[in-house]
């Protein structure tokens, strides 16, 4: 199957320059997905709420409201709504998919840290479907006047600072999970505060720090995070809650379900889709145990593989279908994304910094 290059979005200057360069570059992606991710809008209750929102975004995240404003101006779209699509409500079924993540602290390729984005439970591929069915995604190179130059795959219009690596060789690649913690009250999106990590991070430990030092909320993520020193773990965020496991373990990986004895059973995994991550987790361990990935081919293969309860997934008992896969080399600076199951799609190269 030919599947076409995943769009390329480039923005740099100040944080309004770069929303406004992103709203411009990706305008239809971003209306399309405004629809989709904010189906539940309804606007004499959202305003307010999203009024809520910016104030506590300007306390502790101005940049980031500079740059939603900018998005808001170049896609034509009202910054509430930009907002809303930043802070959806991501506690339902539909949007707890069957990610995987992996990292590896060394090798000939050195330390490497991966994912297999899943998305949708139909009988189709998502590429395959109709587009109004599905939300869209980009690839985007940031090069900002102030913080860390960074490439990332995302939903168009999302600041995430998920599935990306910047130019100090800090990456990190997600696995939706979600939490069942109380998460009311004035906090900040995971994912915007992870895209501020991003841009001001180095390495490993400053990630982590970070993430303890977030007032956090929105979707619970387990996260695959490693550096150019080879310091890789898993950063569960269990929102408003973090904790970190299997810190610079050879090979680390995380299928959807929290592992750390205080987060267990805080997931918001259904009882059908639950078995499937623990028998997922028995594979990795299996490949843990018997051949581990130390090169950027183990990882390829590892991530196109389809034994049973595999992460390369194609709809039916899986579940689920890979939309993208993201592989960081942060020793060279290069980011591979396949766009669409790696079996089927070549990874293409890009550049960081």
Avoid at 165 to 174: D, I, P
Wanted: negative net charge.
């Amino acid at each position: 199957m030919v599947l076409a290059p995943i769009q390329v979005i480039e923005c740099s200057g100040t944080p309004r320059q770069m929303g406004q360069q992103y709203g411009e570059q990706a305008r239809e992606a971003i209306h399309h997905n405004a629809e989709l991710f904010s189906r539940a809008w309804h606007e004499e209750e959202h305003l307010g709420q999203m009024g809520a929102v910016r104030r506590v975004l300007e306390r502790e995240l101005p940049q980031v409201v500079e740059e939603i404003e900018g998005i808001s101006e170049g896609a034509g779209i009202p910054a509430e709504r930009i907002l809303f699509m930043n802070h959806v409500a991501t506690l339902g079924e539909d949007w707890l998919d069957e990610c995987t993540a992996l990292a590896v602290a060394a090798g000939p390729d050195g330390p490497i840290v991966a994912t297999n984005n899943d998305g949708g439970v139909s009988d189709q591929p998502p590429f395959a479907t109709d587009r109004d069915s599905r939300s869209m995604y980009v690839l985007r190179r940031t090069a900002p006047d102030m913080g860390l130059p960074m490439v990332q795959v995302t939903y168009s219009g999302w600041l995430s600072g998920l599935d990306a690596m910047n130019a100090a060789g800090l990456a990190n690649m997600h696995g939706s999970v979600g939490s069942r913690f109380d998460k009311s009250g004035p906090r900040v999106d995971v994912r915007l505060w992870i895209y501020h990590l991003m841009s001001t991070c180095s390495t490993t430990r400053e990630f982590i720090e970070g993430m303890f030092r977030g007032n956090l909320t929105g979707k619970g993520f387990s996260i695959a995070v490693g550096d150019r020193s080879g310091d890789t773990a898993i950063v569960e965020a269990a929102v408003p809650l973090v904790a970190c496991r299997d810190r610079c373990r050879q090979f680390v990986y995380s299928t959807n379900l929290y592992a750390s004895e205080a987060l267990r059973d805080a997931d918001m995994r259904s009882a059908d889709s639950k078995p499937i991550c623990h028998y997922r987790t028995g594979y990795l361990r299996w490949i843990e145990e018997n051949s581990p990935p130390r090169s950027l081919v183990d990882m390829q293969k590892l991530l196109s593989s389809h034994a049973p309860w595999a992460p390369c997934r194609h709809g039916g008992p899986d579940l689920s279908h890979t939309e993208w896969s993201a592989i960081a080399l942060p020793k060279s600076n290069r980011l591979l994304v396949s766009n669409g199951p790696p079996c089927q799609a070549e990874y293409q190269q890009f550049e960081v910094g």
